[in-house]
């Protein structure tokens, strides 16, 4: 069987287990003594284990069959957890996280795992005695009886008979297993395939219900029967099917050859959710019956074609609207806006499909905490809100560096050390929060410490020997603007260049990745409580509200996610302040900014009126005017890139193609507010 086909698959699985693991171990690391942290860590690892062996993974199959060696011996109490063994299982996911990646990179997964593997080994070798294992299969809780079936049942031939018949005379185990796939299974060949894999890892398959050729064409329903010898015990035999991903239900039988023999012990039926009984309630993989039930796996690019073939729809849509406007026949206008509504609520819906929660993000974090907390010798607890707040993929695969460097800068700039922190008061161990929040169109996402603090006198003297402040503004500067230096190109206030908080590099990458996806991010600090990163990103980047404004013969577009008000002033309220036009906005005295001359727009000879439209927009806490000849009005356009020939083209972020056919440029705010 081909198995190139289901390696997307494999990729996809193997950075959720690897996941999974990571977050248990955090979890385990905090209650070693939490014996359910470690079976679901063991039982992502015997998944994982599977799935690579069967995809010929061997280098990623053997480390983990080591790490699985270990957590055996934690799950059943004969090892007990130390900081070394956490680290050595730390490990060994670090390693087979790099296999995966280079998989996913076109290689084939190999490392050298020598090292590490040795490292498991001695750990099972140096804590696990004879004595330690006598004692803990004393422990061992005897299966309860189950029930059994006879080889009539299943039509079995005379081969088989004689087969099975002297198995069960050599002491094995002789089973009829019942598998049930998940309802939603997409590839049963590929789980049936894994399924036989791992039985004939473990034992002889004997005869299967239908034949192998009809599983392997999935020429069955959603489930098939197998007669199996194996010298396994018949738990381990369940455990190993059930942790195979798409399961839905294991039921497994001892065959009763012989009328006269007393019923052996067998397995019962995977229980149901409700029946929980004492001794047999560690076992409990029956999630595995709810998982998948209602999701399905969709390529990114899938969606993008459909986000890109909706985009053209809408802008028809405007078209048609406007048509519509300027025919004037009812029946067409209460067509084309029963076609509008219908096709928002279709807008509503792919751009929900493209919307995954943060947590995606948010879940590498505290592991790169754990780490981290270690080299700096301090304690730090991350505590994350709001993981299930969502944001379209495409922002969601850029966010992860940005969030990466701030809590970085908080852990190694922000948090004091322990004994730092119990001179000034402080409990020893410092907090963290990462939190994500909703507002109005936008997704809030708050690095928040409780650390030294922003040492404004440092920030301020390293700025004047860089030369990003002029002397003769420094003593006139607020606080806020001096913290707001720390995003000034280049500006480090690192006294030893490391890895650990970007190398030197500075706040200024994260300010541009973060304006490049049309957000904004601001800090705040108070010296000696802490300091608190906020950034503000647009929920989508495909298609978003707008302004549509004239200036002259041309129009343009002001995303709506960066204004507060849009206003009419008379000429005479316009002042100067340096040399530069001003307006009172609220108390607020704002700068304006001529789109005409920005642009360079040409005079189309028009006469100026009295009045003078502007729409206020801000950026963090700077505001500005744009000066505008008139408002067209609110539009749903459609976010298009000017190409490669047009590249950092200034204040333009893109360009969107209006009713009339007309292109209209959509301006990037951020750009011209300073």
């Known amino acids: 069987m081909d198995m190139n086909q289901y390696l997307d698959m494999f990729i996809e699985e193997s950075k959720e287990h690897l996941q999974a693991i990571n977050a248990n171990l955090l979890l385990l690391e905090s209650d070693p003594g939490n014996i359910g942290h470690v079976k679901e860590i063991f039982r992502s690892a015997h998944t994982l284990k599977g799935m690579s062996a069967t995809m010929g993974f061997e280098d990623m199959a053997s480390l983990t069959h080591e790490a699985e060696n270990v957590l055996d011996l934690i799950r059943n109490q004969k090892l007990t957890i130390t900081s070394d063994i956490m680290d ?159 399961i839905q239900d294991v039921t497994i039988e001892t065959i009763q050859l012989k009328k006269e023999a007393p019923p052996a012990p067998v397995v019962q039926k995977a229980p149901a959710p409700a029946e929980k009984g004492a001794a047999e309630a560690p076992q409990a993989p029956v999630k595995k019956a709810t998982a998948g039930g209602k999701t399905i796996r969709v390529d990114i690019e899938r ?231 906020l950034i503000q990103l647009p929920l989508t980047l495909s298609i978003i509200s707008a302004m549509l404004v004239q200036v002259k013969d041309e129009k343009y577009a002001v995303p709506l996610s960066s204004i507060i008000e849009t206003a009419v002033f008379k000429k005479d309220q316009i002042m100067m302040a340096h040399r530069q036009k001003v307006i009172d906005f609220r108390g607020r005295v704002v700068p304006l900014v001529s789109l005409q001359d920005i642009f360079q727009v040409p005079d189309n000879g028009e006469t100026m009126e009295d009045e003078v439209a502007v729409v206020i927009v801000r950026k963090g806490e700077k505001m500005a005017g744009l000066v505008v000849d008139s408002f067209i009005g609110q539009q749903e356009i459609v976010l298009k890139s000017l190409g490669k020939y047009l590249v950092n083209v200034f204040a333009i972020s893109g360009a969107t193609i209006l009713g009339d056919g007309q292109v209209a440029l959509i301006i990037d705010c951020n750009s011209l507010i300073k």
């Open 88 to 246: 050595a299982i730390f490990q060994s996911v670090d390693l087979i996280e790099g296999m995966v990646i280079d998989i996913t990179e076109g290689g084939d997964g190999s490392a050298d795992v020598s090292a590490i593997v040795k490292k498991l080994r001695a750990i099972v070798a140096g804590d696990f005695s004879a004595e330690q294992e006598v004692a803990a299969a004393t422990m061992e809780v005897e299966a309860p009886q189950e029930e059994t079936t006879s080889a009539e049942d299943h039509e079995l031939d005379d081969y088989a008979m004689m087969v099975l018949k002297q198995s069960q005379e050599l002491g094995n185990n002789v089973l009829w297993i019942k598998v049930t796939l998940n309802e939603n299974c997409l590839l049963k060949a590929a789980r049936s395939y894994m399924v036989f894999d791992q039985l004939e890892s473990m034992g002889e398959v004997i005869k299967t219900k239908p034949a192998v050729e009809d599983i392997e064409n999935e020429r069955f329903e959603q489930s098939f029967e197998i007669a199996y010898v194996t010298e396994q015990s018949i738990e381990k035999v369940r455990t190993t099917i059930l942790n195979i991903s798409e």
């Open 303 to 533: 969606l993008d074609i459909l986000m890109n073939l909706f985009s053209e729809l809408v802008i028809d849509r405007g078209r048609l609207e406007q048509l519509a406007r300027e025919i004037g026949k009812n029946e067409l206008q209460e067509t084309v806006e029963h076609m509008s509504r219908i096709s928002g609520d279709l807008q509503n819906i792919i751009l929900t499909m493209r919307m995954v929660p943060v947590e995606q993000v948010f879940n590498r974090f505290p592991r790169m905490i754990r780490d981290l907390q270690k080299d700096l010798n301090k304690k730090v607890n991350l505590e994350i809100i709001g993981a299930e707040t969502e944001l379209d993929r495409t922002v969601i695969d850029e966010i992860g560096d940005p969030l990466n460097h701030l809590l970085r800068n908080s852990l190694d700039h922000g948090i004091e050390s322990p004994a730092d922190r119990k001179k000034a008061g402080k409990p020893e161990e410092g907090k963290i929060e990462l939190r994500a929040f909703h507002s109005g169109n936008h997704v809030f996402i708050e690095v928040k410490d409780d650390g030294a603090g922003i040492n404004k006198d440092k920030v301020l003297k390293k700025a004047l020997e860089r030369g990003i402040v002029n002397p003769a503004n420094a003593d006139s500067m607020s606080d806020k603007q001096i913290h707001e230096l720390l995003f000034a190109a280049g500006f480090s206030t690192a006294e030893v260049v490391s890895d650990i908080s970007g190398r030197g590099v500075g706040l200024d990458v994260v300010k541009s990745k973060i304006e490049s996806l049309g957000g904004s991010v601001s800090v705040d600090s108070v010296r000696g409580q802490g300091t608190t990163f």
